[in-house]
């Protein structure tokens, strides 16, 4: 029971009226305009015969008096015990018979039954509201002692802010399925009529910062029906049974009110593989997933319930509740593309003053990869700037030094780095941008930069001319090189390399594992997969797990992956030695200015000698590559109209989920060190 509904219900009433009650039978008996005098004082005023009239009220032994005097005082007294009232009583006789006192008399009030029964429930009342107060003071704790088995979930109200599709952007495929839900929800006799069902669930799973809940509050703004929302993290707690509990009370909600929405945030909090766990059978996690899986889909199939979850490890969800009949579609939310980007920015740019000369497009354009929360970080650190500044409006320069803090942090303006250590950043980024100019296949130099930010004591920024879903062969082995540039340039001039290049050796490390064993780009491995993916979903799994090839197996693959490094090192200190005046003229402007921009890189590698295309690579000598061109198709739309001969593009590879990413910077990492 809740004190809070106590006091909002006609509980209130009730206990006013009670109080009322109680208060005028109390004091409806009291003698009003009586002055209290002790006893003795009384006695004294009988003994002196100051009494002009006087009342002896039986079973209270109260004494009320007139006395003798113009202003006629009353008073009134206790006696004490029996003997006392009657020795009370016959000298107010006396002084009645002597003249001396006017009258007396003697009254017995009635008992008041109805008074003492609610007098005597008092005192239980009194600690029954305590005892409630305790109970919500710890509820508002956080505790929820007397609601811990209750689900938590939030109804969203008509009170609550709306949030639409037309505030979401970027993701235009997701917003027509749950659209088709909100319709079906409005109107159910349209898809009734072609015997269609609606989804008893959505899952929308991606990258984090792609909008997953964004789109969850969208529907809940959109349908106009009851939405319940709770994370997953919500339902279990320290007592056994309570997250099933918990699962059974929201559903039960949801039913009463049908048709209604149910949103769980993060399911894989309880929808993980079951089984796998170091906990055993009895998993109060595994209880409150089996509840859910009976709740989605089992004997009681009421309906008019429609679940929608969001997650971002897919892969670690029980198949039992992705089947149909449970999960019936499930919607990928990625990483926007440069349209996806560009509507995202315009969203994001509501309200906020940009400046005229401003092209979103040209922003969406430096910024591939970025998801939908980082778009909106650059334009709130943008707006952060501008106001830093006291300008009026967001320009250019805001908006690029708003990617550059949410890609690489913001700028260390207290870090002094004495001339040799900028010397051997300016070689060590120099090196880098200079092999991705001379590398057909490496995306275009955008920016490079020798002052600190975040980690880096320097950057060079590449970015591809449009979004890239897959990669060939020579376009890894170009990332390679373009990776190992910095190390190569500090060797090259320096003869004595530093720290600096750890985390380019990192990445390139794990780039050429990746071609090793993922992609099958090895002509001693071929075309098979080693390994597992690295996302395992429990600690109980990876001790269970044993590696799936051999040692020999793993000796090739550590030689595969040392001679792509050593090929692609030895191919950057080439390059560098073919180029060095170029590489010296590119440190000296970047000594003097400290960043250069795109037109200013372009202007000193006009003199910079290309590399040629890669031969043509099958795996195998026995696998030559065919001498027929593939076929040229119309382009679509007048996009891609110069990719390809005769106004056509060429059909190439299909991009596979094991891809590997494009080559461009991600927001909080920087691209080199």
Not at 225 to 251: K, T, W
Not at 341 to 365: C, F, M, N, S, W
Not at 481 to 501: I, Q, S
Not at 508 to 532: C, D, H, K, N, P
Request: aromatic share 6%.
């Amino acid at each position: 029971m809740n004190i809070k509904s106590v006091f909002k219900g006609p509980w209130l009433w009730i206990i006013l009226i009670a109080g009322v009650v109680i208060g005028v039978l109390t004091f409806s008996g009291s003698a009003d305009g009586y002055r209290e005098v002790k006893t003795a004082t009384m006695v004294g005023y009988f003994d002196d015969a100051k009494v002009k009239e006087v009342t002896f009220v039986d079973g209270d032994q109260e004494i009320r008096a007139t006395l003798k005097g113009d202003k006629e005082d009353k008073v009134k007294a206790t006696w004490l015990g029996q003997d006392q009232g009657s020795q009370l009583v016959t000298q107010a006789q006396e002084l009645v018979n002597d003249d001396k006192m006017t009258s007396y008399n003697v009254k017995v009030p009635p008992k008041n039954t109805l008074l003492s029964v609610l007098l005597s429930f008092l005192p239980f009342v009194i600690f029954i509201l305590i005892f409630l107060w305790l109970m919500n003071s710890m509820q508002g704790g956080g505790g929820r002692v007397m609601q811990f088995a209750k689900s938590k979930a939030k109804l969203m109200t008509k009170d609550t802010p709306q949030t639409t599709f037309a505030d979401v952007a970027g993701c235009d495929e997701a917003i027509e399925e749950l659209g088709e839900i909100k319709e079906f929800l409005q109107e159910p006799a349209k898809f009734q009529a072609v015997g269609a069902k609606i989804p008893k669930g959505v899952l929308l799973y991606g990258p984090p910062g792609t909008g997953k809940t964004l789109l969850a509050r969208a529907v809940a703004g959109e349908a106009g029906v009851p939405f319940y929302s709770i994370s997953g993290s919500d339902f279990v707690e320290m007592f056994v049974g309570v997250g099933a509990s918990r699962v059974r009370d929201l559903f039960e909600q949801a039913k009463d009110n049908a048709p209604a929405i149910v949103f769980i945030d993060e399911i894989d909090a309880v929808g993980r593989h079951r089984g796998t766990g170091m906990g055993g059978g009895h998993d109060e996690r595994e209880q409150t997933l089996n509840q859910l899986l009976v709740e989605m889909d089992g004997f009681d199939v009421r309906g008019g319930v429609i679940l929608i979850a969001a997650t971002n490890r897919p892969d670690v969800l029980d198949p039992a509740l992705l089947r149909p009949g449970r999960f019936d579609r499930q919607i990928a939310v990625e990483a926007p593309d440069l349209a996806g980007r560009t509507q995202i920015l315009k969203v994001h740019a509501r309200g906020k003053p940009i400046a005229p000369g401003v092209d979103l497009e040209a922003v969406a354009r430096r910024t591939p990869g970025f998801s939908g929360a980082d778009l909106a970080n650059v334009l709130n650190e943008a707006a952060l700037l501008t106001a830093r500044s006291s300008a009026t409006t967001i320009d250019d320069a805001s908006l690029d030094e708003a990617i550059d803090r949410v890609i690489s942090g913001p700028q260390k303006r207290t870090r002094l780095m004495n001339e040799h250590e900028r010397l051997v950043t300016a070689y060590h980024e120099g090196g880098h941008a200079l092999v991705a100019a001379a590398l057909p296949q490496s995306d275009p130099v955008h920016k490079i930069t020798i002052l600190p930010r975040g980690r880096a004591l320097g950057y060079t920024m590449v970015l591809p001319d449009e979004d890239k879903y897959s990669q060939t062969r020579a376009e890894l082995l170009d990332k390679l090189a373009y990776m190992l540039g910095g190390r190569a340039a500090e060797e090259l001039v320096f003869h004595n390399p530093t720290t600096g290049a750890g985390n380019d050796i990192e990445k390139a490390t794990s780039l050429a594992r990746a071609m090793v064993t993922q992609y099958g780009m090895s002509e001693r491995i071929g075309a098979v997969r080693f390994g597992e993916d690295n996302g395992q979903p429990f600690l109980g799994r990876d001790i269970g797990h044993s590696r799936n090839y051999s040692e020999e197996i793993a000796a090739t693959i550590d030689d595969e992956i040392s001679a792509l490094i050593a090929h692609a090192h030895q191919e950057a200190f080439d390059i560098l030695v073919e180029n060095r005046e170029v590489l010296d003229t590119l440190v000296r402007e970047l000594m003097e200015k400290e960043t250069l921009d795109k037109a200013q890189v372009a202007r000193i590698f006009e003199a910079l000698t290309m590399r040629e295309i890669r031969p043509a690579w099958t795996g195998s000598e026995n696998r030559l590559p065919s001498t027929q061109p593939p076929i040229v198709v119309p382009a679509r739309n007048g996009s891609h109209a110069d990719a390809g001969p005769e106004d056509g593009i060429v059909v190439g590879p299909d991009s596979g989920s094991d891809a590997p990413p494009a080559d461009q910077p991600q927001p909080g990492e920087s691209p080199t060190n």
